[in-house]
């Protein structure tokens, strides 16, 4: 089964839920998920994913936080992975990417 994770980046790094989102996703099914990386960050920063779980990081560099281009990013990530399950932080801008996303699919959108 092939597992995405949405993760977002503030100040060069990880947000907390970000690496908890990574460490979640890579106990569903005991394979190593691939991480959306989207901000701004360094190499160092982005490898600590591997740290927590993840197989590899697709990083979308986005220096402004945008709806539409969170999710025409999360969508060609989905594609070029083959993702059957998308899991995600919780924040304000990932509902609204996840919602957008997961209508554009015609997907189930499970949340808490």
Avoid: C, H
């Avoid at 998920?33 to 779980?53: K, T």
């Amino acid at each position: 089964m092939s597992i995405l994770i949405f993760t977002e980046l503030a100040d060069g790094k990880f947000k907390k839920s970000s690496l908890e989102a990574i460490s979640y996703g890579s106990k569903i099914d005991g394979s190593a998920p691939v991480v959306l990386a989207i901000g701004e960050a360094g190499e160092e920063s982005l490898a600590e994913a591997g740290q927590f779980g993840a197989s590899k990081v697709i990083y979308s560099p986005q220096n402004q936080e945008n709806i539409m281009v969170y999710s025409q990013a999360l969508l060609q990530a989905i594609e070029s992975t083959g993702a059957k399950i998308v899991v995600s932080v919780k924040s304000a801008m990932a509902d609204a990417v996840m919602a957008r996303a997961a209508g554009t699919l015609k997907a189930a959108l499970i949340g808490n």
